[in-house]
């Protein structure tokens, strides 16, 4: 018995993508991280978030030197976390909301620039696992996590941007 498949994109439903008002609110919460990074890292650390943090697993050393422990309670400035979350969710909302004009092309678009963002992550990662050591190789795994939204946004915007521009032309 063969499965039948209907592979037609015109068919393609997205319900899992979120309603286009979710996006003004992802755009929000990004700019809202990006700002509160900006200022905790360039112009002063953010000391106010310094709050007692649940923790699952906590390692008190560098690369997994120190002493290990499970499930507990720690002092932690929150800045650092709170602009990944907000980031992440701002991020998610912007990505995975519908634009206004749902058609072929637009989801098209979107997955053509999912697979892009995501073969791009995989080399960044895949540089970093044979060139890059040490430390930096910590550094580049922290920054490299939100690595796969933002492409994803920018390409997907820019070429919705382009498309626009000549449908109008």
């Known amino acids: 018995?063969?499965?039948?498949?209907?592979?037609?994109?015109?068919?393609?439903?997205?319900r899992y993508l979120l309603p286009n008002q979710f996006k003004?609110?992802?755009?929000?919460?990004?700019?809202?991280?990006?700002?509160?990074?900006?200022y905790s890292s360039v112009i002063a650390p953010i000391n106010e978030l310094n709050l007692s943090i649940f923790y699952i697993f906590y390692v008190g050393g560098l690369f997994s030197e120190g002493s290990r422990k499970y499930f507990g309670i720690i002092q932690n400035d929150f800045a650092l976390e709170l602009t990944g979350l907000l980031f992440i969710i701002g991020g998610l909302l912007v990505a995975f909301s519908k634009v206004k004009r749902e058609d072929e092309f637009i989801l098209k678009i979107w997955l053509e620039s999912l697979v892009w963002a995501t073969y791009f992550n995989a080399f960044v990662l895949l540089s970093a696992l044979l060139f890059v050591?040490?430390?930096?190789?910590?550094?580049?795994?922290?920054?490299?996590?939100?690595t796969i939204l933002i492409l994803f946004i920018a390409r997907f915007h820019w070429v919705y941007y382009q498309a626009q521009r000549v449908e109008i032309a």
């Open 1 to 14: 018995m063969h499965a039948v498949y209907n592979l037609n994109v015109g068919a393609m439903k997205t």
């Open 24 to 38: 003004k609110f992802g755009w929000v919460l990004l700019l809202f991280a990006l700002l509160l990074r900006t």
């Open 133 to 146: 050591y040490g430390g930096a190789f910590v550094d580049i795994l922290f920054y490299n996590f939100p």
